[in-house]
């Protein structure tokens, strides 16, 4: 059974940080391509970053450039993503997905494009 279950969400101070992660179970990850979204409340699911399979290629939204790393771990079958100097307006319920990418260098930035999602984790930040 393909299964993505994301971890890691919680309550943060504004600058503070969090790691989120997003463990497969069902497929090897190595072959997909992995893409984290987030959905505040009352708009509409956005893509935050992405990466591509084997070869790891890497892509960020302006709005966490530079705050943001999003990483894979294929022997823990586990992509995370770092958010560092977190801000208000990342609050959301972040959600990971992947589909597959059969070249190792193809990342995907709609969610129309990704086939498996996982339940999602809420990200609070707030003093």
């Known amino acids: 059974q393909v299964q993505l279950v994301e971890s890691g969400g919680g309550l943060v101070q504004p600058g503070g940080s969090l790691r989120l992660s997003c463990a497969a179970s069902?497929?090897?990850?190595?072959?997909?391509?992995i893409g984290w979204f987030r959905q505040a409340p009352g708009k509409e699911r956005e893509g935050v970053s992405f990466i591509s399979g084997s070869d790891g290629v890497t892509y960020y939204e302006d709005f966490v450039k530079g705050r943001f790393t999003i990483s894979r771990d294929n022997a823990k079958n586990t992509v995370y993503l770092q958010m560092n100097s977190l801000k208000p307006e990342d609050t959301a319920v972040y959600y990971c997905?992947?589909?597959?990418?059969?070249?190792?260098?193809?990342?995907?930035?709609?969610?129309?494009?990704?086939?498996?999602w996982g339940q999602g984790t809420q990200v609070t930040v707030s003093s």
């Open positions: 997905a992947a589909t597959v990418d059969e070249t190792g260098s193809f990342y995907y930035t709609e969610t129309y494009e990704y086939e498996y």
């Open positions: 069902g497929f090897t990850l190595n072959y997909y391509a």
